[in-house]
Each structure stands twice: as C-alpha cells, then as structure tokens.
C-alpha cells in the first residue's frame, strides 16, 4: 500500500504515523515535492496538496486525510475516485484560533492597538474609554470545533453567549453547553442588533457567501466588533470597509480577507478599528496544532488500517463533518 504524508511533521510525530502504520511504510514528502508520478498509484494521502487540482491524477486513493479543517476545492465532483473516502482535521485548530480571536478582540477593546502606535511615535497619549468583554453578549457563527472552543472561552469570561449552526437539533450537540442560546442561520438577521461580538468560523462555499453582506453589516450595533477566522467570502469586504471608515461598528479583527491576501491598495488596511493578520491564527504558528494533527492521522490511519470507521469524514456536498 503506498501512503504518502505531506505535512512537516517533527521526526517524533512521524514515529507516531510509522507506529499507527504498522507493517506498511509511509512516504514523507512535503507538499512541494509530490509530482504526478508519484501521486498517480497512491492509495492513501494523508495532508494537503498545494492544489486539490493534483488528485485528478490519483485514481487508486482509497482516502484523503485532510491537515486543516476547510474543504475548498477536494469536493468537487468527479475530483475523488468512487468510493474514496475525505475526513479532516476538525479538532485541531481550536486551541490557537480561539486565542487568537480573544487576542485581538483584548486588543480593540482595550484600544491596546492604538496605544502600540503611540509608542511607535513616542507619544504619552490617552485614548480615552476602553470598552469590557465581561457582561458582553458574543454572536458565535459557526458551532464547529473552532466556534465551540471560543464560547466555551468566552462564556469562562462572563459573556453571554449566542450561537448560530447551520441547522438547529431537538437533541443538544458537543459543544451546546458554552452557549446561552442556539438558533439557526435563518434567524441571523434579528440576532445581529444583540451582538457586542461577532465572531465567523465558517468554510467557504456558496452557502457562506457574504453571511455579513451590507445589509447585515447595517444592523450591527456602534459598538460591536467583527471576528472572522474562517474564510474571507463571508464578509463582503468594501462594505465593511465603508462601515469602519464611517464609525458605524466598533472594529474589525480579520485573519482572513477577500481577495487573500489583501491588495495593497484596499482601504482597508487603514480603516479605524481595523487589525489584520495574513491568515496566521491557524497553520502551523502553534506548535500544539501540528501535534494535534499528528495524533488524529495517527488514530485515522489505525481505523483505516482494521478497516473501522474513519473519524472526521466529511460529506461531499456540503463539504462539513457529517
């Protein structure tokens, strides 16, 4: 069988994959140095390639173990053989995108950024009022690994907490219990006026296009503050540019923007209240997340290995966990 392994993983971490694998050997390569020839007899893939694209060419593969939780691209229709099988890598990414995301909302409200410009001038300056998170009411789109791990944080802070899934069960779901209310996405609008805190976790697709489009934007309270570490698209840049330019909402912290990365020219870039990062609040920034990854392609290849059930496997329409 051949089992090829693409993230850069520390040399511990590949005994951990060499253990899981058994008697079968795994052909470490970073994602650089797959070449068709090499991908075209594969059986299993365990990590990302730099373009889904690359697969067309692997009509053996069995599985693909993706190394971040987003599907962009590995659902299209036709790109996978019958039968493969596509999981991700949900789980992993909650610890450091959810500092991340308390990071920077510490930061706007405490003006901590404009304070950090001051120093850069040396000026001796106040700003003025600081804003508080205990107390706040946070819109948590997304209950997924990422939007689950910050509630859960944010609750432990004294926030109120409300969440937004894609679809509302009878029976309450892992992750419920740090939320104070859970609605559906049909709702988002009447929920938007409430939020201190926004905060997106979403995957791209067409479904999460522009979720805070103008109109939505329009409904944010002056005070509120945008979060998105999921995929730029669920934001219709210009509009919150125009939103931030014109005082509307308070801030803006965006790890991810649309286009990715930003054109130097945006407005965005000087807009008041705005913090961008260059999609760094997941990856490999955290050394935690990378030995994250190693622990469930680990338990993944085992199930594999037995033929049980893989965890994690995502469903090709709608690209999220099942």
């Not at 992750?175 to 609605?183: K, L, P, S, T």
Request: with cysteine; glycine share 10%; charged share 20%.
């Amino acid at each position: 069988m051949k089992i090829i392994v693409t993230p850069p993983f520390t040399e511990e971490q590949k005994k951990r994959l060499e253990a899981a694998a058994g008697a079968e050997t795994l052909i470490f390569r970073q994602k650089s140095e797959i070449t068709p020839e090499l991908i075209s007899d594969a059986d299993v893939l365990l990590g990302n390639l730099d373009s889904p694209s690359q697969l067309s060419r692997a009509r053996k593969l069995k599985w693909v173990q993706l190394n971040n939780a987003g599907t962009e691209g590995y659902c299209e229709p036709g790109l996978l053989p019958q039968g493969a099988v596509l999981t991700n890598a949900t789980g992993a990414y909650g610890l450091a995108i959810s500092e991340h995301m308390i990071a920077c909302l510490f930061m706007l409200r405490k003006k901590l950024n404009l304070y950090y410009a001051n120093q850069q001038r040396r000026e001796w300056k106040r700003e003025g009022h600081v804003g508080v998170i205990q107390g706040t009411t946070v819109l948590v789109i997304g209950l997924g690994d990422i939007g689950r791990t910050f509630a859960g944080k944010m609750k432990a802070l004294g926030c109120y907490i409300i969440g937004i899934r894609r679809r509302v069960s009878e029976k309450p779901l892992a992750g419920d219990a740090a939320a104070d209310e859970i609605h559906g996405m049909d709702e988002l609008d009447s929920l938007l006026p409430r939020a201190d805190v926004v905060a997106l976790s979403l995957p791209g697709n067409a479904t999460t296009y522009h979720v805070l489009n103008r109109e939505r934007i329009a409904l944010l309270a002056p005070n509120a503050v945008v979060l998105n570490v999921g995929r730029g698209t669920a934001i219709d840049t210009d509009a919150l540019s125009d939103a931030l330019y014109a005082g509307r909402i308070a801030g803006a912290a965006l790890d991810v923007t649309d286009p990715e990365p930003l054109l130097p020219d945006h407005p965005l870039w000087n807009a008041p209240g705005a913090l961008i990062t260059p999609h760094i609040s997941g990856g490999y920034s955290l050394p935690e997340t990378l030995e994250q990854i190693s622990v469930i392609f680990a338990e993944n290849l085992e199930r594999f290995l037995r033929g049980e059930p893989l965890k994690n496997v995502v469903d090709m329409e709608t690209g999220y966990c099942r």
